[in-house]
């Protein structure tokens, strides 16, 4: 009892100089990893950033477990860094359901333990836009139950196609190394895929002499930064029979087939018909017909199809995307032939951008296509109204070649669709929170059924009846509680933790996330996810980091939104607060989107400074690619808000960005925050407003990250302005990383550097680390000039 009440004491002690400790600027060297229980004599781990990268996920997009057919599998991947190495590794892994039913049904049975299917390990290089990348993908049962298809990465920037079966530890290659598949389908004993072309970079404008080009009209970064890798906007059509592939080759022209990579791969269709015999697919738009000019693109200043003009029939004018005019089709796989499935475009290309799928009937004589436009012709004036704009989704009759409109949609993507039982249902789900809608046809239309319907195609997170199983499997987690897989009895409800990826999460002290709300003084209501400390003492004031860019409210907390400069969890086991939350975009491309955002950060920070949770002169804060611009704004309009902030690989809607890239996907929005172009009288309204101008008003030590040569001239402004000046200003390159970080190296430098940053200018700590000696050398300087100014008064408030 007394060796007891002695080490609580310790701990106590040790808690208390932790959470009190005199805050300076002499550069104290201290880690916070690890603190010893003296009564177990466990270490107990506090959540890092090596953490975050090294922990097993379940991919965001399509993390739950899929079935066999037959149901007498399912199979999951989880993915996970390696430092060491800078690479991520993903697994297949397989389960027998049989099993799990006897774990859930008799109280003396073990979990069972998935097994290793097919093992992949690379550093990633193909481009992902969501945080915790697998580089396995796509990953499919075959009809057969006993194999498994899937899409893996290679160390040739390639991803290539491969089959694994149950009871084997690896897998086989289906295509060789050289080829990039992106996308593949299959049924009736046909795989139909599409490979990347790749085009070598040519010199960009017209050639003059063997020293001298014309480059008018071309983008700066292609003429400075061409890259020999790059895919072109098509790829071609390939099969595989029989293990073995041959490109799809046009019996009339006796050239391969070519697809049109607009929209990309993740936002397109390709669907292999019941007997294998011909595929749909998005193809480019050969003949335009006069009536598309009255199809109404989604946003107006991108001006309606051209007819007129010949050369420019199959390109959308003032369109700065590439996305030109494609339309579904079906293609035979014997002859290559093509046939028109709508006599009219798909919605991608006039700016509607909906996931584009094709989903055949079990008997193969219906398709259900999703965005497209439908013809005018032989429709009346009422339906004709209707049809300026896409169909959300549309049935095509194979015989008769009739569409026929199901729905002409809601705010929301089209998040689900298929037939249903027959071909005259069809299920569409525009929400991932709510049940399918069911629409019949009959009397030549599709109607809607207003009843309730248990009917629709289930959702992975099913109940199998096979193998004599009636079981759910399913990831669980939530924002303190790591993924696990649980399954669960369909009958009885009893539901168990099946198989724990991440046992070394145990023994840590994670902190404590809630969600909590606020108003802002316009009335706004915001709302955000609050991450304490572990270890959190009530009546402390911490230091406060916002993060800007959002989170997944049903996701284990770990970093954020995304990967790029963002660490919510490491940072709080650095003794601070951690603030994330989304943007406000109600009045995005207009004049009061950054004002709108300071308000949301200026209202957080008195909320909780009220509520005696932070001290208001410790708070940082992070913006990443569009909330760079919040961010920056911020620290212009309240100069002494902010003890230290991060911007990364983002925009500011500056005269400089403008310039340097004209013509790309932030020109509209520029102009319409400004309210003219920066050129005579419009220019006033740049110089009055966009943050290039004023960053004379900065006075908070600033963090920089870029990720690309062209990143780097984005951000050249603003870093220039603030080095000439000699404020506090780091500007950090990760030569090679993409938008939203996915090597294991890239994301320490990132993260961890930020964890290191905020502990510097919010708590006076340095990493005990000696490889950091040259970064805190760095730091000292800075802090050096920012003490030289803080005298400055303030400019505003």
Excluded at 16 to 36: C, E, N, W, Y
Excluded at 292 to 305: A, F, L, M, R, V
Excluded at 720 to 727: G, V
Excluded at 729 to 742: A, E, K, M, S
């Amino acid at each position: 009892m007394i060796a007891y009440g002695i080490s609580q004491i310790l701990l106590l002690l040790i808690a208390v100089s932790l959470a009190f400790a005199p805050l300076s600027f002499v550069g104290k060297a201290r880690t916070r990893s690890a603190i010893r229980d003296f009564s177990t004599g466990i270490d107990t781990h506090f959540f890092t950033v090596r953490d975050s990268i090294e922990m097993a996920r379940f991919g965001r997009l399509d993390d739950e477990p899929i079935f066999s057919p037959d149901g007498k599998y399912f199979a999951v991947v989880t993915s996970r860094g390696i430092i060491a190495k800078n690479e991520v590794e993903s697994t297949v892994w397989i389960c027998a359901t049989k099993e799990v039913g006897r774990f859930l049904r008799e109280s003396e049975a073990g979990a069972p333990t998935p097994k290793v299917a097919a093992r992949v390990a690379v550093t990633p290089t193909v481009v992902r836009s969501s945080s915790y990348g697998s580089v396995i993908d796509n990953l499919r049962w075959m009809p057969d139950s006993k194999r498994l298809l899937f899409l893996a990465e290679n160390s040739s920037r390639n991803r290539q196609l491969y089959q694994a079966s149950v009871g084997t530890e690896s897998a086989q290659p289906l295509t060789p190394a050289d080829q990039d598949v992106s996308q593949f389908d299959f049924a009736g004993g046909t795989i139909a895929y599409r490979v990347t072309d790749f085009r070598i970079e040519q010199e960009p404008g017209d050639r003059i002499n063997a020293d001298a080009r014309d480059i008018t009209g071309v983008g700066i970064t292609s003429i400075l930064f061409p890259n020999d890798h790059a895919p072109s906007n098509y790829s071609t059509l390939w099969v595989n029979q029989g293990l073995r592939s041959r490109p799809v080759i046009n019996s009339e022209s006796g050239e391969p087939v070519h697809l049109w990579d607009m929209p990309p791969v993740v936002w397109t269709a390709l669907s292999v018909s019941p007997d294998g015999k011909s595929v749909v697919a998005l193809m480019p738009v050969k003949e335009v017909r006069r009536s598309w000019q009255h199809y109404e693109p989604k946003y107006t200043s991108s001006g309606k199809i051209d007819v007129q003009d010949p050369s420019r029939t199959t390109e959308l004018p003032n369109f700065n995307t590439g996305r030109r005019l494609t339309q579904y089709a079906v293609i035979d796989l014997t002859t290559g032939k093509a046939r028109a499935l709508v006599d009219a475009p798909n919605g991608w290309a006039l700016g509607y951008d909906d996931p584009n799928r094709a989903t055949w009937s079990f008997d193969g004589k219906r398709l259900l296509l999703i965005n497209t436009f439908l013809p005018f012709e032989s429709v009346d004036e009422f339906e004709k109204s209707k049809r300026v704009r896409p169909c959300a989704a549309a049935v095509v009759d194979l015989i008769s070649m009739t569409s026929r409109c199901v729905s002409y949609g809601h705010a929301a993507h089209v998040w689900g669709s298929g037939f249903g039982q027959t071909s005259d249902d069809v299920f569409l789900r525009f929400d991932e929170q709510t049940p399918p809608e069911k629409f019949h046809f009959q009397k030549d239309t599709w109607q809607l059924e207003v009843s309730p319907t248990t009917e629709a195609p289930a959702r992975p997170m099913r109940c199998m009846g096979g193998a004599g199983q009636n079981l759910a499997v399913l990831v669980q987690q939530d924002l303190n509680n790591p993924p696990v897989l649980s399954a669960m009895d369909c009958i009885t409800g009893r539901q168990k933790t099946l198989w724990d990826p991440n046992p070394q999460l145990a023994n840590m002290r994670l902190g404590e996330a809630s969600i909590i709300s606020w108003k802002d003084t316009s009335g706004y209501e915001w709302t955000g996810a609050l991450l304490k400390p572990p270890g959190y003492v009530s009546g402390r004031r911490y230091p406060l980091v916002i993060q800007t860019y959002g989170f997944v409210e049903k996701e284990f907390l770990t970093d954020g939104q995304d990967t790029s400069a963002f660490a919510a969890r490491p940072l709080a086991a650095a003794n601070m607060i951690v603030l994330l939350f989304w943007f406000r975009s109600d009045h995005f491309g207009t004049a009061a989107e950054a004002p709108d955002q300071a308000l949301g950060f200026q209202s957080a920070v008195e909320q909780l400074t009220s509520e005696g949770l932070v001290d208001p002169d410790r708070v940082g804060i992070i913006g990443f690619s569009r909330t760079c611009y919040h961010v920056e704004s911020a620290l212009i309009k309240s100069p002494r808000r902010f003890a230290a902030a991060t911007i990364a690989e983002g925009v500011d809607y500056s005269y400089l960005q403008h310039r340097l890239f004209y013509g790309g996907a932030n020109r509209e929005d520029e102009e319409a925050i400004y309210g003219a172009r920066p050129f005579g009288e419009g220019l006033q309204m740049w110089v009055d407003h966009a943050p290039g101008f004023h960053l004379d008003q900065v006075r908070t030590p600033l963090r920089i990250e870029a990720f690309s040569p062209t990143s780097i001239l984005g951000e050249w402004e603003i870093y220039t302005s603030l080095w000439e000046q000699k404020r506090p200003v780091d500007f950090i390159y990760i030569r090679g990383g993409q938008h939203v970080l996915q090597k294991p190296l890239d994301r320490m430098a990132s993260q961890q550097g930020n964890v290191d940053w905020f502990r510097f200018w919010l708590q006076g700590e340095e990493d005990a680390d000696p490889t950091k000696k040259s970064q805190y050398v760095r730091w000292r300087e800075l802090r050096t000039l920012y003490d030289a100014q803080i005298g400055t008064p303030k400019v505003s408030q």
